[in-house]
């Protein structure tokens, strides 16, 4: 039995509306036999919150099994002083990180919300306190650099707009804490205890999820929910090794595989 890496937006769900089948699939994986780590570029949410919100779904889930981007950057800035561009809810999970307004070592973007009429997170001046401090010498990171995710209103901006802006402006380049960095597999696999030839990952964006992968030696499955286009899939330059119709499939997919 294979170790198997679970994205969570656009496969478990989209704005929070369940996809149909999915709390019985992961619960069928299980009695399968398969180690499971549910793995996000989530920013909007506490991992506690997030947790809490998938188990709505009906999907059986412990906080631990649950890696989320705040959580690494808590890990990868422990001890430095950040100017942190993120959401309040995910606070809480940047643990060991001195949060300031000036004199950063660092910088951090997160991401957006759904909620565009409210959200000041990356308005001029937040943006352009951050090029500042960049300027004297601040690093920049972010939680990742995902252009657009899909919501129930349709595909909205994501943060990584504006971390190429930034990038744009300072000439710099940004270190990407969540998907689809090497650090972030290596971490969800460590957790597992699987080297990356036993593992699927299970994904809905061809770039985040099956590039970045890809890359790092794991097999591939892509989902057609969420940001699932196929378009996007006939122009990737890296292909999944397997394409279902959505979670509730994956099951009898990988039995069918393995027989």
Known sequence: MGGILLDV????HVSGHPILGGGRAVSRLREAGHMLRFVTNNTTHS???LAEEIRSFGVELEDEELQTTPLAAAHALKGKRVLALTMPAIVDDLEGIELVGEGADAVLLGGADEGYETNQVFSYYNLARAFAELQDGAELYCLHKNRWWQT????MLDAG???AG???ATEMEATVLGKPSAAYFAAALDALEYDPEQTWMVGDDVEADIGGASAFGLRTILVRTGKFREEAL???TVKPDGVIDSIA???DWLE???R
């Open 9 to 12: 937006d656009g496969v478990l």
């Open 47 to 49: 991992r506690r919150a």
């Open 152 to 155: 129930s209103r349709g595909a």
């Open 161 to 163: 707009v504006y971390v």
């Open 166 to 168: 930034l990038e744009y």
């Open 234 to 236: 006939d122009e990737a």
């Open 249 to 251: 499939a994956l099951p």
């Open 256 to 258: 069918a595989i393995d």
